[in-house]
T-cell receptor, first 114, second 113 residues
Framework: KQEVTQIPAALSVPEGENLVLNCSFT??????LQWFRQDPGKGLTSLLL???SQREQTSGRLNASLDKSSGRSTLYIAASQPGDSATYLC?????????????WGLGTSLAVNP | DTGVSQNPRHKITKRGQNVTFRCDPI?????LYWYRQTLGQGPEFLTY????????KSRLLSDRFSAERPKGSFSTLEIQRTEQGDSAMYLC???????????FGPGTRLTVL
């Protein structure tokens, strides 16, 4: 059974720092891995999706890497800003044919202080 | 607006009442998912539609829960005889054919008093 773990659970940093969020998964046979952002009381915004054949994906100040063999992904945020404050979740689809229901971590709650 | 929309955004109800939520996916997205999220937790899968067919239901979805997607477009999620434990954020997501990215709506927050 696939399990997803995220560390740290919470992170507080001063503005401008580069930071790394970690995600690990127990079953390395994944199709892809997706990183999401969630603001308090709101829905989820997809940030990056890395296919199983890829090593990394970049979008602006965000870079996500994937190491399937070790069951790990990292989300790197460069030059953090107060607007980056949110909960960041990673998710992998279950191995169930066309039903790519997502298995989620609990998230990392990030606070970037001005 | 081409995003996923959900209505209502908030629902407060008394225990024992029935509630219905609606999700309008992105146009031409054939796959639709419902998830439930409680405070401090990641979302949990509830059910999945491909077009109008409901192909999987989680064990979390008791017989008080029912979901439909009658024409393969919008979907409804009904909870009968609500209980306080049903209080959560109900999230809907859709995916296009041949792509895995799931696009989420803003969610419906249910509070059962």
């Amino acid at each position: 059974k696939q399990e997803v773990t995220q560390i740290p659970a919470a992170l507080s940093v001063p503005e401008g720092e580069n930071l790394v969020l970690n995600c690990s998964f127990t079953d390395s046979a994944i199709y892809n891995l997706q990183w999401f952002r969630q603001d308090p009381g709101k829905g989820l915004t997809s940030l990056l999706l890395i296919q199983s054949s890829q090593r990394e994906q970049t979008s602006g100040r965000l870079n996500a890497s994937l190491d399937k063999s070790s069951g790990r992904s990292t989300l790197y945020i460069a030059a953090s800003q107060p607007g980056d404050s949110a909960t960041y979740l990673c998710a992998v689809p279950s191995d169930a044919g066309n039903n790519r229901k997502l298995i989620w971590g609990l998230g990392t709650s990030l606070a970037v202080n001005p | 607006d081409t995003g996923v929309s959900q209505n209502p955004r908030h629902k407060i109800t008394k225990r024992g009442q029935n509630v219905t939520f609606r999700c309008d996916p992105i146009s031409e997205h054939n796959r639709l998912y419902w998830y439930r999220q409680t405070l401090g937790q990641g979302p949990e899968f509830l059910t999945y539609f491909q077009n109008e067919a409901q192909l999987e239901k989680s064990r979390l979805l008791s017989d008080r829960f029912s979901a439909e997607r009658p024409k393969g477009s919008f979907s409804t999620l009904e909870i009968q005889r609500t209980e306080q434990g049903d209080s959560a954020m109900y999230l809907c997501a859709s995916s296009p054919p041949h792509a895995d990215t799931q696009y989420f709506g803003p969610g419906t927050r249910l509070t059962v008093l």
